[in-house]
């Protein structure tokens, strides 16, 4: 037999764009993923009524590594530093190890380990290289996948998300290894320029996108304060419009 008869066949190469969010944090969320092979290329998502954005976002990298039918070679790109850096840094598999918590003593546990655990026997079931790539940078497969997400997290009638706990709200600082954590105490973020309570990195003034009210819901927000680096969002009192003012629709125009 030959050297080349050897050899496994080569593996396929594909392409995963992935997002997540919810509105707001914890609030209605959703996921979006695209996914490119040569010249395929397929777009999915769905959502929660009642989630967080970490969540959606393990859950974009999950469905779009479980709609792979064979073992393939995948360039996965994600905004998530949450995510990204946990995989890259080896800190998600140490948490596994250590039974699901974040320390050593196993004192601290890591937060969504239903997700982790979905996402990793995903992840090794193919050759994975993660990419962070910027949010609201002008990539378009990037900002297809917001679309979708932010298109999901409007939808009525959303499921339940089976893994959600109230408990869960806040993302710890401190599971995003090798960075400094940021002390959250009780303080509010209330204007452009602020630390995030998340990780610290200083929030924007952004308005929403075009979407549909849901059935019965009395108000909207012009505006919000948002953390291009965890993605948090913050909802302000002052942002908030009743339905039928003169401000116009969410979306209409930027603050």
């Known amino acids: 037999m030959t050297e080349d008869a050897n050899r ?9 764009f992935t997002d997540g969010a919810a509105v707001p944090n914890p609030g209605s969320g959703g996921y979006g993923v695209v996914l490119r092979f040569g010249a395929h290329h397929k777009e999915l998502s769905g959502g929660f009524q009642r989630t967080t954005n970490n969540r959606m976002e393990l859950m974009a990298v999950i469905v779009g590594l479980e709609a792979l ?42 937060k969504n380990p ?3 655990e979905r996402l990793l026997a995903a992840y090794e079931r193919h050759e994975v290289e993660m990419v962070w790539v910027e949010g609201h940078a002008g990539i378009a ?11 999901a997290c409007s939808l009525s009638d959303l499921p339940p998300d089976p893994g959600y706990v109230e408990d869960a709200s806040e993302e710890p600082a401190e599971e995003q290894e ?4 940021v002390p959250r105490g009780k303080r509010k973020i209330t204007a452009e320029g602020q630390p995030c309570r998340h990780c610290g990195t200083p929030v924007v003034k952004r308005a929403p996108r075009q979407r549909k009210l849901k059935e019965g819901q009395t ?22 419009q009743q339905v039928g003012s003169n401000e116009g629709r969410p979306g209409d125009h930027l603050p």
């Open 8 to 16: 496994s066949p080569a593996l396929k190469q594909v392409t995963i």
């Open 114 to 116: 239903d997700l982790w």
């Open 69 to 110: 039918k064979e073992r393939c070679k995948v360039t996965l790109h994600s905004d998530s530093q949450y995510i990204v850096n946990a995989i890259t840094s080896g800190s998600v598999f140490r948490w596994r190890n250590n039974n699901w918590t974040i320390n050593p003593s196993g004192t601290k546990p890591a």
């Open 219 to 240: 108000y909207y927000f012009t505006w919000y304060l948002y953390c291009p680096g965890c993605k948090a969002m913050y909802m302000l009192e002052e942002a908030k």
């Open 178 to 181: 090798g960075e400094k954590a």
């Open 141 to 151: 497969d990037n900002e297809r996948c917001d679309a979708l997400a932010m298109a």
